[in-house]
């Protein structure tokens, strides 16, 4: 099927993912490290307070209760209550000030007291704390515990970016046949999932399970039979007959064909890009019936952007409504996409083939694939 290899070739996107991947694993391990040496100043100071300090009583100007907005795990907004004492006190005639956040519970014992003690530099007394506090950090705040903590964000905000950066970078661009990734007859889809072979009698369109697509690639790319590639696969196959084709669109920009065969039945095939598709529609019309008529349509400029332009108006009015921060940042990846998408058709307006049976009347493909 493919030539034997000693190797696992990679596509540009594979490669261009794989850097990203490292990049978005520096930049965790460097925010965590960055995060930790910040809190470890934090640390330091509360160290040097229990250790060398001047002790005196502050007055407690202040015992209040906040509510606190916060966004949950499912992107709603949710709200909880905040503990707060303000205090100050007075080092030489001079008056310094100071707020601790408390717990419920401390919100509780503090209430009714006017007094508390206060640990303070005596080279600066405005670089103070109270004592129960200084004692929370030195006990609570080992330096794995906190790198934990700071991981629990700082990972699935990385993995977030790094999704949206495989979505702006990643994907295969148009214009090259990637070596070990086609045939003759046959071409595999590593980014979507795909493997299509021309049979002598049907089009097999094989969907590779996710977690199985390292292992497919390599049998393909190894010679492996196509009884080894279909066990190693884990996922679905469709196989389509010639003589079932009534139908065939293919847009030139887009690397997905859409088949209609049979009793009104459809499918997708999708390819690693459009050069490759374009390289399988030319093999493939060898095995087309007589019957199915190319027709060639040339899209104007305004018709090869009217959805896009309509996404934009709506993905734009959401991005206008939306409050919260990192639905906001996907909204306005998927519009740069989008926008990026509109301003090429607009140069290169669409070109769409059809291979139609005209006996058959009509074009019965979904409105989404027409």
Same mark, same amino acid.
């Given at each position: 099927?493919?030539?034997?290899?000693?190797?696992?070739?990679?596509?540009?996107?594979?490669?261009?993912?794989?850097?990203?991947?490292?990049?978005?694993?520096?930049?965790?391990?460097?925010?965590?490290?960055?995060?930790?040496?910040?809190?470890?100043?934090?640390?330091?100071?509360?160290?040097?307070?229990?250790?060398?300090?001047?002790?005196?009583?502050?007055?407690?100007?202040?015992?209040?209760?906040?509510?606190?907005?916060?966004?949950?795990?499912?992107?709603?907004?949710?709200?909880?209550?905040?503990?707060?004492?303000?205090?100050? #006190?007075?080092v030489a005639n001079q008056v310094y000030f100071g707020e601790i956040a408390l717990t419920a519970e401390q919100y509780t014992e503090f209430a009714g007291q006017q007094q508390l003690e206060i640990w303070y530099q005596a080279t600066d007394p405005s670089i103070n704390m109270a004592p129960f506090k200084i004692n929370e950090q030195l006990t609570s705040q080992s330096t794995v515990r906190r790198a934990l903590r700071l991981a629990m964000f700082i990972i699935p905000a990385t993995v977030m970016l790094y999704y949206l950066l495989t979505l702006l970078f990643a994907r295969e661009p148009?214009?090259?046949?990637?070596?070990? #990734?086609?045939?003759?007859?046959?071409?595999?889809?590593?980014?979507?999932?795909?493997?299509?072979?021309?049979?002598?009698?049907?089009?097999?369109?094989?969907?590779?399970?996710?977690?199985?697509?390292?292992?497919?690639?390599?049998?393909?790319?190894?010679?492996?039979? =196509?009884?080894?590639?279909?066990?190693?696969?884990?996922?679905?196959?469709?196989?389509?007959?010639?003589?079932?084709?009534?139908?065939?669109?293919?847009?030139?920009?887009?690397?997905?064909?859409?088949?209609?065969?049979?009793?009104?039945?459809?499918?997708?095939?999708? #390819?690693?890009?459009?050069?490759?598709?374009?390289?399988?529609?030319?093999?493939?019309?060898?095995?087309?019936?007589?019957?199915?008529?190319?027709?060639?349509?040339?899209?104007?400029?305004?018709?090869?952007?009217?959805?896009?332009?309509?996404?934009?108006?709506?993905?734009?009015?959401?991005?206008?409504?939306?409050?919260?921060? =990192?639905?906001?940042?996907?909204?306005?990846?998927?519009?740069?996409?989008?926008?990026?998408?509109?301003?090429?058709?607009? #140069?290169?307006?669409?070109?769409?083939?059809?291979?139609?049976?005209?006996?058959?009347?009509?074009?019965?493909?979904?409105?989404?694939?027409?």
């Amino acid at each position: 099927m493919a030539k034997a290899m000693a190797k696992k070739l990679l596509t540009q996107g594979q490669k261009r993912k794989r850097i990203i991947q490292m990049c978005c694993i520096l930049i965790s391990v460097l925010a965590i490290v960055v995060g930790v040496s910040m809190q470890d100043s934090q640390l330091k100071q509360a160290q040097s307070l229990y250790l060398y300090h001047q002790a005196t009583q502050g007055s407690i100007t202040d015992l209040y209760q906040d509510v606190e907005q916060y966004q949950g795990r499912n992107g709603k907004t949710k709200t909880r209550d905040v503990y707060y004492l303000r205090y100050d #006190f007075s080092v030489a005639n001079q008056v310094y000030f100071g707020e601790i956040a408390l717990t419920a519970e401390q919100y509780t014992e503090f209430a009714g007291q006017q007094q508390l003690e206060i640990w303070y530099q005596a080279t600066d007394p405005s670089i103070n704390m109270a004592p129960f506090k200084i004692n929370e950090q030195l006990t609570s705040q080992s330096t794995v515990r906190r790198a934990l903590r700071l991981a629990m964000f700082i990972i699935p905000a990385t993995v977030m970016l790094y999704y949206l950066l495989t979505l702006l970078f990643a994907r295969e661009p148009k214009g090259y046949l990637p070596e070990g #990734f086609y045939s003759e007859n046959s071409w595999l889809d590593v980014e979507d999932g795909y493997l299509v072979v021309l049979n002598e009698q049907c089009l097999s369109a094989l969907s590779i399970h996710k977690k199985h697509l390292d292992e497919v690639q390599h049998l393909y790319q190894n010679q492996g039979s =196509w009884e080894q590639i279909l066990a190693a696969s884990h996922g679905k196959l469709k196989e389509i007959p010639y003589s079932d084709i009534t139908c065939i669109k293919s847009d030139h920009s887009s690397d997905v064909i859409a088949i209609e065969y049979g009793v009104e039945q459809v499918a997708r095939i999708e #390819f690693l890009n459009p050069t490759v598709k374009a390289h399988a529609l030319v093999r493939l019309q060898r095995y087309l019936p007589q019957r199915l008529i190319l027709n060639t349509h040339h899209f104007s400029r305004l018709r090869s952007i009217r959805n896009s332009l309509i996404a934009i108006v709506v993905l734009s009015l959401l991005l206008a409504w939306v409050s919260e921060l =990192w639905l906001s940042v996907i909204i306005a990846t998927i519009l740069l996409v989008i926008i990026r998408h509109t301003i090429s058709r607009w #140069f290169d307006p669409t070109v769409r083939s059809l291979w139609v049976d005209l006996k058959c009347g009509s074009l019965k493909l979904p409105p989404s694939m027409r």
